[in-house]
């Protein structure tokens, strides 16, 4: 099993950048899974904000983040990573990443993914 664990979370000021951190906790690599990135606010549903596939690199986001937020990989550290840049107040939430093998037109489905790591805040303060 592949369970993941993100890192990289704080507090930041409207406008400024954060980058997210998933790696395996369990030494399993991402190879043949895509992994994506959820985040959920106070009193709100878990949406989806960006996955990438592992093998071929594609990658899909929300509308609400193109453009200001890039998710990519680096297959020497087994680490998938979300830069978050132009943050807003809205961003503030726990932002999961989760692992599955999820077709193209499900990759925004929180049912798509099996494994889940626990978490980690971003802030945006105004």
């Known amino acids: 099993q592949v369970q993941p664990v993100e890192s990289g979370g704080g507090l930041a000021q409207a406008g400024d950048s954060l980058r997210l951190s998933c790696g395996a906790s369990?030494?399993?690599?991402?190879?043949?899974?895509?992994v994506a990135w959820f985040r959920q606010a106070p009193e709100k549903e878990r949406e989806f904000v960006a996955a990438?596939?592992?093998?071929?690199?594609?990658?899909w986001y929300a509308d609400s983040v193109k453009g200001r937020f890039t998710v990519s990989k680096d297959t020497a550290k087994n680490t998938v990573y979300l830069q978050l840049n132009s943050l807003q107040p809205d961003d503030t939430a726990n932002y999961s990443c989760?692992?599955?093998?999820?077709?193209?037109?499900?990759?925004?489905?929180?049912?798509?993914?099996?494994?889940w790591g626990p978490g980690t805040q971003v802030t945006v303060s105004s």
């Open positions: 989760a692992v599955g093998r999820p077709i193209a037109s499900s990759v925004s489905q929180t049912s798509s993914y099996y494994e």
């Open positions: 369990s030494g399993v690599t991402f190879s043949g899974y895509s």
């Open positions: 990438i596939r592992w093998s071929g690199g594609n990658k």
